[in-house]
């Protein structure tokens, strides 16, 4: 079975300059989430969907920050203008809402450096 | 605010010894605890706990859930070198339509041969 597929999986940027990244959640997961994880920290909760609905995303900075996930199975998260303090990994992961298993599965994350 | 704090953050010991990870938080709606093991990667899942005193057990990992002391413990025994990497203690809540993970800082754990 394949997993959480993620790209790019590094992407060297400017600041100001847009970027986008891409998952695939594993076939059949209804949730999808977002996370960013900084340098020595646990992943951080940006956005959360159920299907096609964002059903929690209190933590994503709107006004830099989009994301969308169109027919409910792939997920763009977009940064524009992008700024020093994103340099980050943004990991994407899926679970399955079926008999409330609460395992998440995660992608290889896009390392994201913002010069 | 919700919280999940992890100790000790960084371990060096020796092949062989045993180690004892902890976590503990301070969540509201309480679901589940969840250890994930982190290397290069992504974090693979290792445990989820949900009840109290019932002992999850994989190979020469352990771990525990404490819902008085809100907290829990990774025991990892026979350490290998593969064993070194970022361990990292997750919380599950819900509620208000939120319901995701927080994260502790994690604890790097080194293995030296």
């Known amino acids: 079975e394949a997993g959480v597929v993620q790209s790019p999986r590094y992407k060297i940027i400017e600041k100001k300059q847009p970027v986008a990244f891409w998952c695939n959640p594993i076939s059949g997961h209804n949730t999808l989430y977002w996370y960013r994880q900084n340098l020595g920290q646990g992943p951080e909760l940006l956005i959360r969907?159920?299907?096609?609905?964002?059903?929690?995303d209190s933590q994503l900075p709107k006004d830099r920050f989009s994301a969308e996930r169109l027919k409910g199975v792939d997920s763009t998260l977009k940064i524009q203008p992008a700024e020093l303090g994103d340099s980050a990994v943004y990991l994407c992961?899926?679970?399955?809402?079926?008999?409330?298993?609460?395992?998440?599965?995660f992608g290889p994350g896009t390392r994201l450096t913002v010069l | 605010e919700d919280k999940v704090v992890q100790s000790p953050l960084s371990l060096v010991v020796h092949e062989g010894d045993t180690v004892t990870l902890n976590c503990s938080y301070e969540?509201?709606?309480?679901?589940?605890l969840l250890w994930y093991k982190q290397e290069k990667k992504a974090p693979t899942f290792l445990f989820m706990l949900t009840s109290s005193g019932i002992e999850k057990k994989s190979g020469r990992l352990s771990s525990i859930l404490d819902k008085k002391e809100l907290s829990s413990i990774l025991n990892i025994t026979a350490t290998q070198t593969g064993d070194s990497a970022i361990y990292l203690c997750a919380v599950r809540y819900s509620g208000g339509g939120a319901d995701g993970l927080t994260f502790g800082k994690g604890t790097h754990l080194i293995i030296q041969p």
């Open positions: 969540v509201t709606n309480f679901r589940s």
């Open positions: 992961a899926s679970s399955s809402l079926a008999g409330g298993n609460n395992e998440q599965f």
């Open positions: 969907y159920e299907n096609e609905e964002a059903v929690d």
